[in-house]
């Protein structure tokens, strides 16, 4: 079969491998799939790349979203949950990064972390969705919690980004008054209203270092970029605000005080997909299935062929990748 298959310190490459083994071959609780789609998230182009922070084991195929039929189940697997034939999704957990991924024309993943694709979902808009989407829909149903439409305002950082992009347009969706931050305002404002943004902002509003606490302006906010981003957005969250992080692309840094927790009673609270269970992730599924407007989600994804996913590693590395791209590999 073909696979990307990249060496730790090495740029990756299309291979030709041996399949994975399936039926009597297969450890239990494993299934295998026959990949359709993939994504390319900003984490695969750091592993398309060889970086030893993400690539864990070696040799390892990237691609840390898989959306397939399922091919074979190995014995004793789940309750019988899965059956060969079913439309599923399986995100994080491990692939891409520890254990072979999406980019290849079959994967195994383990049973208890996947999904089934939600009935009015496509295999494809399953994949454009992937992890990104499901990071946003649980930084989402985080917030939800705390603040409500009609609250104030929410800032999303990292607007044009995969997880700001689905952010926008469900929190539009749900009735929430949304100003986006993008490094590229100018360009990409056009875009982030389609979206459902009312106002659009430069990042230097947030990104730049200042007081720990300063005039109130959200309600909460959904952060990818972290260090002094993030800072500012705990700066400027109203009394009782929530505030949800999920991402480090500015930094893993966090220069704030103790301010905007014991001043304004500020949550920050931490969203991690990769590891969630999987009861979340259906119920984040079935949000997303029923409050992510679907051709608002055809409209921010771009497709490339599987051949040429090593080729756009270096683009989203690089910030010149919007929205979300969707890797056809036997679709």
Known sequence: MRAVVVERGQRATLREVAPPLGGDGLEPGRVVVDVLWSSLNYKDGLALAGDPGVVRVSPLVPGIDVVGRVLSVGPETADGSFAVGDLVVATGAGLGETRDGGFADQAVVDADTLVAVPAGISARQAAAIGTAGLTAMLSVLRLERGVHPGDGEIVVTGAAG?????????????????????GRADELGPYLRSLGAGTVIDRSEL?????????????????????????????????????????????????????????????LAGIDSVQAPVALRRWAWARLADDLDLDLLDSMTREVALDDVVAQGGAILDGRVQGRTVVRVGA
């Open 162 to 182: 995969g997880v700001g992009s689905v952010a926008v347009a469900v929190l539009s969706r749900l009735g929430y008054s949304v100003t986006a931050s993008s």
């Open 207 to 267: 990104g730049e270092p200042g007081k720990p606490i300063r005039r109130p302006r959200w309600a909460g906010g959904i952060d990818s970029v972290g260090s002094t981003t993030l800072a500012g957005v705990l700066a400027e969250t109203s009394w009782g605000g929530t505030v949800t992080a999920c991402g480090l692309a500015q930094g893993s840094d966090l220069p704030t005080t103790v301010l905007p927790f014991i001043l304004r009673s500020v949550t």
